[in-house]
């Protein structure tokens, strides 16, 4: 046991059931998991959204979400028996024996309190480090994750920084008690492709410089590929099987296993011509957030019924142009147009037609969503705003989306609490489509999804496409997608245009400079990428 720094022996996870309800059973979530992590090693957790990764992380833990509980079996942690631990032996090894880096950073920090405060409030609790050396390994870790001004950036709040910023202050704050396992719960989903790439190297930096344990939850095959020694595979709480992680990616041995290494978009190459309608237009864009000018003369235009792909790094603008698209914030210059006829720049002032014909599907479902509403009042709402459907209609033409996006019609009386993370997305791509827009810009709509319900998810909405005509903004990191998908490609970088045009154009050689470095950031499936790269780009910078 002593080899061990985690074991799990025959984890068996399962629903609460309510003692009122008559003849209910409870639903098994992992059946019978065995786990075994080393000092140093990291096992990577893969599947498809609700196979139990994250809730094996949490098991790690000694937690088990709401409604849940460890119903049997064994954990043991540095030689601790923590299934059934008292709330004050868990409390002492969260955050200094194992800490956790949350799928969704949004949803996880506090936005009442700057950001230095929350990552010091482990080493507060445990008192293992006075407050001037904990700012000081703040700091540092601040400067390791590449955040700007790492004196300063812990002063703002979570709302005052990006998405990916946010999500690599979390990776901060989990390593600041210097945990002796650490549990990433899709740490990267929210970082663009050149972010990625260091986080992933800083990540692999410190797992070896301390010896730390990790596991490594994902659907991001390449990323768990460079992280990972072992590769697990679950589907629906059981384990199909694990190799190491070269032996996996050359030769899996289970059918699903293969399915996942082997998903394939389906390709769009049609070109449009120039002189095609226009279905949403943004010209000479200029938006500020206070005093901070975020977008400087950018101009775009969807072409109707097409997939227009903007891509660029964490800040570049992407989200900020999304949100004046929107009527969300207004521009200090500039115009937007929706079918050939004016838009108003705020959301307010526009038509119920135009609200209706214009959607969007946020980046982070756990921030998107109110946590009051069942499934069926969310998704319900925009169906009876808009469409104007009675009651009766509105519950079937839920369900309708439900089985559209692949979730169970019994979810519409779920809470989005209850669901996972891929399960949260596709509820807000149903509850966009509910309002039957003409266009939807969809925000990292993917990003949260793995790849076999990433594709089907794509294939849905182009499918949406070919029936009723819509017409999709795609903001998104993920290159792969945006060569299956997009008609016409824009690159932004710090808040301007740097190319735009056909993809077949943006995407043939010879390339603009960022467009290659986004291009060649895309993680592969194959082990020892990651190292390839930063070696490469190490001997570019020695020759500038």
Excluded at 123 to 131: A, D, Q, S, V
Excluded at 275 to 293: K, R
Excluded at 405 to 424: C, H, I, R, T
Aim: hydrophobic fraction near 40%; include cysteine; glycine fraction near 8%.
């Amino acid at each position: 046991m002593n080899d061990y720094l985690l074991e799990m022996r025959d984890l068996r996870i399962e629903t609460i059931v309510d003692s009122r309800k008559k003849r209910a059973k409870p639903t098994e979530i992992l059946k019978g998991i065995d786990l075994t992590l080393r000092r140093g090693e990291v096992v990577g957790l893969i599947g498809e959204s609700g196979a139990g990764k994250s809730t094996i992380g949490l098991a790690a833990m000694g937690y088990a979400r709401r409604g849940l509980r460890l119903s049997s079996g064994e954990i043991w942690l540095d030689g601790q028996q923590i299934l059934g631990g008292s709330v004050a032996q868990l409390a002492q090894l969260r955050g200094q024996k194992v800490a956790y880096v949350a799928q969704s950073a949004a949803a996880s920090f506090n936005p009442a309190h700057r950001l230095l405060a929350q990552v010091l409030e482990v080493t507060k609790i445990h008192k293992h480090m006075n407050t001037a050396k904990a700012e000081k390994r703040a700091v540092e870790l601040f400067a390791r994750m590449g955040l700007p001004h790492p004196e300063a950036f812990g002063m703002r709040y979570p709302h005052e920084v990006s998405g990916g910023q946010l999500q690599r202050a979390m990776t901060a704050m989990a390593l600041a008690g210097e945990p002796d396992l650490i549990v990433f719960d899709e740490p990267t989903t929210a970082l663009d492709v050149t972010t990625q790439i260091d986080v992933l190297a800083i990540i692999k930096e410190v797992i070896q410089e301390y010896k730390t344990a990790a596991l490594y939850i994902t659907h991001d095959l390449g990323v768990v590929a460079q992280i990972s020694d072992r590769i697990k595979v679950l589907k629906n709480g059981a384990e199909v099987e694990e190799q190491a992680t070269e032996s996996l990616l050359n030769a899996p041995q289970n059918a699903y296993t293969k399915e996942l290494l082997n998903v394939r978009s389906t390709v769009i190459e049609t070109e449009l011509s120039d002189d095609e309608p226009v279905a949403l237009g943004a010209e000479g864009i200029d938006a500020s957030y206070g005093t901070v000018q975020v977008l400087n003369d950018v101009s775009v235009a969807l072409k109707r019924g097409s997939n227009l792909a903007i891509v660029g790094e964490s800040g570049s603008g992407k989200s900020t142009l999304a949100r004046v698209i929107m009527g969300l914030l207004p521009p200090s210059k500039g115009t937007l147009s929706y079918n050939d006829q004016p838009l108003s720049s705020g959301l307010s002032d526009r038509t119920a037609s135009q609200r209706k014909s214009i959607q969007m599907i946020y980046q982070l479902p756990d921030v998107a969503m109110n946590p009051r509403q069942t499934i069926a009042e969310i998704i319900g709402r925009p169906a009876q705003v808009f469409v104007g459907m009675s009651k009766q209609n509105t519950l079937n033409r839920v369900h309708e989306l439900l089985h559209l996006v692949d979730l169970p019609v019994e979810m519409a009386q779920a809470y989005p609490n209850q669901l996972s993370g891929g399960q949260k997305q596709r509820v807000c791509i149903a509850r966009a489509l509910a309002a039957e827009p003409d266009v939807i810009i969809c925000d990292e709509v993917t990003s949260a999804l793995d790849p076999l319900v990433a594709d089907g998810i794509i294939e849905l909405l182009l499918k949406l496409q070919r029936k009723f005509g819509i017409s999709y903004i795609f903001i998104t990191h993920d290159m792969a997608m945006v060569r299956a998908i997009a008609n016409d490609v824009v690159v932004m970088k710090a808040g301007t245009v740097v190319e735009q045009g056909a993809k077949a154009r943006v995407f043939a050689p010879p390339f603009n400079d960022y467009t290659h470095l986004l291009m060649s950031s895309t993680p592969e499936m194959r082990v020892g990428w990651l190292e390839n790269v930063l070696t490469e780009r190490r001997m570019e910078a020695g020759g500038q």
